[in-house]
């Protein structure tokens, strides 16, 4: 018959190992005893007998539902032993989680979206429902596709509240559950581009100009930056929002003794500010470029 073994249980004890009709005096060393079969490595066999997983293997019904063993080993007098174990696997329910998709509405946007909540079971056929509560629910909505998002009657205004705090909770069939609270801030477009530096040293391949500064309400906002214009080809901005010559790029005072291009800077809620800069060209006594 086969033995039950309950998932996600770390190092869990299966059973003991009992040697039978020995000889007066013949005696067994468990630990010298060896395994065969399905992920074999998994299991081990203690110095008193006890068959288990190792301490840091689960089993996990979603990816195994049974296994079959071979147990072989010697008495002190060289007799063989050997045995076939066979295991169940035992689902259990496990609890939910969720992802949000985004964490951003746009200001102003009247029952803005938020993001779609992905539910997450590792039980295959389970069903869940999704609801919120806490200090802004109110607000929000989930939607018939499972989207979290503003009521059709609210509008964000980041002047007046800049992000707002909720608990998604997810429950399962069985009634397991789990839940996050969350923060959705209201995403204000950056307003100004402050280039540190705008000038450069002619002769000298992939100068760096200077660093891209972004003025935006919100305060932990990031970017990215894209460039264009009539100079962009001459220049990258580097993952630390430097603008900088490319690598393979000098600067010639005598060819051209400034540049124009336009550094557009995006947040992270899609909304977005360009300015246009002029790069002057220091002259140098000296021109080899290096």
């Given amino acids: ?30 630990a010298d005893f060896s395994i065969s079969g399905d ?7 203690t110095s008193n007998g006890e068959l288990k997983l190792k301490d840091d293997i689960a089993l996990d019904y979603e990816n195994t539902i049974s296994l079959e063993l071979s147990i072989t080993g010697y008495t002190s007098e060289g007799n063989s ?12 329910n496990e609890a939910p989680s969720f992802t949000l998709s985004n964490y951003w509405i746009e200001d102003q946007n009247s029952g803005a ?8 079971d590792e039980d295959e056929f389970d069903s869940n429902s999704i609801t919120i509560s806490g200090y802004d629910a109110d607000s929000f909505e989930i939607s018939s596709s499972g989207e979290l998002k503003l009521k ?16 998604i909770t997810v429950t399962d069939a069985a ?39 972004v003025t935006d309400p919100n305060v932990l906002d990031t970017f990215s930056y894209t460039l264009s214009g009539t100079d962009q080809n001459y220049f990258e901005v580097t993952a630390d929002g430097v603008l900088k010559l490319k690598d393979d790029v000098y600067a010639d005072y005598e060819m051209k003794d400034s540049y124009s291009l336009t550094v557009t800077a995006t947040d992270l809620g899609g909304l977005s500010i360009e300015k246009t800069l002029t790069i002057t060209v220091n002259d140098l006594n000296y021109a080899t470029p290096y």
Avoid at 152 to 167: E, H, Q, R
């Fill in 152 to 167: 059709d009657g609210v509008t964000p205004d980041f002047a007046s509240k800049s992000d707002y705090i909720l608990t």
């Fill in 39 to 45: 992920h074999a490595d998994w299991f081990e066999i």
């Fill in 175 to 213: 009634g397991a559950t789990h839940s996050e609270t969350v923060t959705i801030a209201v995403n204000a477009a950056p307003t100004e581009i402050i280039l540190s530096n705008n000038s450069v040293d002619e002769s000298h391949y992939g100068l760096e100009i200077g660093n891209i500064n």
């Fill in 81 to 92: 032993l050997s045995t076939l174990a066979f295991f169940r696997v035992l689902d259990i």
């Fill in 113 to 120: 979206i938020v993001g779609l909540i992905n539910v997450i």
């Fill in 1 to 30: 018959n086969a033995v039950d073994i309950s998932e996600n249980q770390v190092g869990t004890i299966i059973g003991n190992l009992s040697a039978l009709n020995l000889q007066a005096g013949e005696t067994v060393n468990y």
